[in-house]
């Protein structure tokens, strides 16, 4: 695992909110229904809180998935 995602899962490892990131083929009418263009090679990511509708907009693309880690903790990290 890169030393990026330790650093998020370190940054958010006891907040409510989790980190989600995919690849926007996975997400494709989730980012639709945000009025967010797709970009099926590329990545998006959010926080989230499972089984309950709270979580943040989508943000991306990024070209990988470190780039959507590093914006998480840029924008929510502590």
Do not use: N
């Not at 958010?12 to 995919?22: A, N």
């Not at 083929?25 to 089984?51: F, H, N, P, T, V």
């Amino acid at each position: 695992m890169s030393p990026t995602i330790e650093k998020m899962r370190e940054t958010f490892r006891d907040s409510f909110m989790q980190p989600e990131c995919f690849i926007g083929a996975d997400i494709e009418w989730e980012l639709m229904q945000s009025d967010m263009d797709c970009e099926s090679d590329k990545y998006y990511c959010r926080l989230s809180a499972s089984g309950f509708l709270d979580c943040t907009d989508w943000h991306g693309p990024f070209d990988s998935v470190d780039e959507a880690a590093d914006h998480l903790i840029d924008m929510y990290g502590e």
